[in-house]
């Protein structure tokens, strides 16, 4: 179990370096943690083994694929409603990419990534319908930055996306 895992301060930099760039090599690691490659090979596998490193990633930036929009949807559920309805809700909707349940009101938050204002609707909707929520808010994401994964330019300009808005 992952909870009984001993962490010490290499492999916990270990852990940093790959969070930052996932595909950095073992020898750069080594070399950043004072130790040769055999090693760290060592300890990355003992992590993957033991569940701390569950996978690894790519990040994509989605402004540069095309227009989309990300939402948070907060959910009420009924009072009778347990965890895994709300998941169940969830995993039926393509778009949704996060669910975080919450202790206290609302039930869960959702992030949602659609095309446009009308597929957002569209979503809501169905979620409206799933047959156990009582209650939606829906807040649209402006801007978005990551302490783990930024691919955003901290340059406003240089953030602009490369599509019109329609007028």
């Known amino acids: 179990m992952a909870a009984d895992v001993k962490l010490d301060e290499i492999d916990r930099r270990i852990l940093q370096l790959l969070s930052d760039d996932g595909r950095r090599t073992i020898t750069d690691i080594a070399s950043l943690v004072n130790l040769s490659p ?3 090979k060592r300890r990355i596998d ?3 083994s033991s569940g701390v490193i569950a996978g690894y990633t790519v990040v994509l930036d989605h402004t540069m694929i095309g227009p989309s929009i990300d939402a948070f949807t907060e959910l ?19 778009e949704i990419q996060d669910v975080f349940t919450m202790a206290g009101d609302p039930d869960a938050l959702l992030r949602i990534r659609v095309d446009d204002v009308e597929h957002l609707r569209e979503v809501v909707n169905r979620l409206r319908r799933s047959g156990r929520v009582t209650g939606t808010k829906t807040l649209m994401v402006l801007d978005h930055w990551s302490r783990h994964a930024s691919t955003r330019s901290p340059d406003p300009a240089a953030r602009r996306p490369n599509w019109e808005p329609r007028r």
């Open 38 to 40: 055999a090693p760290v």
């Open 46 to 48: 003992r992590l993957q």
């Open 76 to 94: 009420r559920f009924a009072g009778d409603a347990d965890i895994d309805d709300i998941l169940r809700a969830a995993q039926a909707i393509p």
